[in-house]
């Protein structure tokens, strides 16, 4: 099937799903200031976050990145510049905007709790020749180009903490194109347009496949 009909289709399902849920709310818990219950975050991750991010949090299609067991604090500010229009990858803009845009904060700290405490799947293999060279890389940087560790920041098991995303069990694909996205500045992530400004692509490749491959 080709991706430009997966996309539309989902979307326009996901849309309705939206509807449908946002109507069960009744508008009241989605209001400003109003704490959103844990059952009705649940719900919602389910019916509607789940179409594409996996009710557990552990999408399958890597064009969706996996939220279980990612920093709550994480989550919920990707929400945030999503409803701000702050991050604006192509993606982001087709997919995120439109869903962001229903989130009051209570319900963005509701969601972000949920995924955050879903339990992640295994590290999926990937070729061994690209992991022995991503782990080196991940772990000791590459001084010659000017690139971090990446464990610096995103930890010694890539599990991240609050405002370090986690990488490990992340899809492959999606940690490649975050890279591209941040080496061509998309995403206004400063800290991360250092680090990939110099990243060739199959060294991209290695680092994303290593990241994949951790539990
Ligand atoms: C129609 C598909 C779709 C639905 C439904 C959807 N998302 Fe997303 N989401 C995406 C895509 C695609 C991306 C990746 C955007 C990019 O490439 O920058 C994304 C990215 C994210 C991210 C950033 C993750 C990261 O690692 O940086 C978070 C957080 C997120 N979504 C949360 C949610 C929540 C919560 C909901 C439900 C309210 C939701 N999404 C519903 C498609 C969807
Ligand atoms: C100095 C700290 C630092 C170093 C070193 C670093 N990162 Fe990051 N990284 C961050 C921060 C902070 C973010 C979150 C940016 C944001 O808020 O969107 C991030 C985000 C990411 C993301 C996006 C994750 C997602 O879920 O969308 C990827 C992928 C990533 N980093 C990969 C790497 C790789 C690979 C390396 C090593 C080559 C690396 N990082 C080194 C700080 C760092």
Redesign the pocket.
């Known amino acids: 099937m080709r991706i430009d009909n997966l996309k539309g289709r989902l979307y326009r399902g996901v849309l309705a799903a939206t509807a449908v849920a946002l109507s069960l709310t009744g508008g009241r818990a989605l209001a400003q200031g109003a704490p959103t219950p844990p059952s009705q975050a649940r719900d919602l991750a389910i019916g509607v976050c789940g179409t594409c991010h996996g009710v557990d949090g552990n999408s399958t299609n890597p064009m969706f990145?996996?939220l279980a067991g990612?920093h709550a604090w994480?989550i919920e500010?990707?929400l945030k510049?999503f409803r701000d229009h702050t991050?604006g990858d192509p993606y982001a803009v087709a997919y995120m905007y439109g869903m962001a845009s229903q989130l009051s904060d209570p319900t963005i700290d509701a969601l972000a709790k949920y995924f955050s405490r879903q339990k992640t799947g295994p590290g999926k293999p990937h070729p061994a020749a690209e992991v022995a060279e991503?782990n080196k890389?991940?772990h000791q940087?590459?001084p010659s180009q000017g690139?971090?560790?990446?464990?610096?920041?995103?930890g010694p098991q890539g599990l991240?903490s609050k405002?370090?995303?986690?990488?490990a069990g992340?899809h492959a694909k999606?940690?490649?194109k975050?890279?591209q996205s941040?080496q061509g500045d998309m995403?206004n992530?400063a800290?991360?347009h250092?680090?990939?400004a110099t990243?060739h692509k199959a060294?991209?490749r290695a680092?994303?496949d290593y990241?994949a491959s951790l539990p």
């Open positions: 990145p996996r990612q994480y500010q990707q510049e991050r991503g890389i991940f940087g590459i690139v971090s560790a990446c464990a610096t920041c995103h991240g405002m370090f995303p986690r990488l992340q999606y940690i490649m975050q890279l941040f995403p992530v800290v991360m250092g680090v990939a990243l060294e991209m680092v994303a990241a």
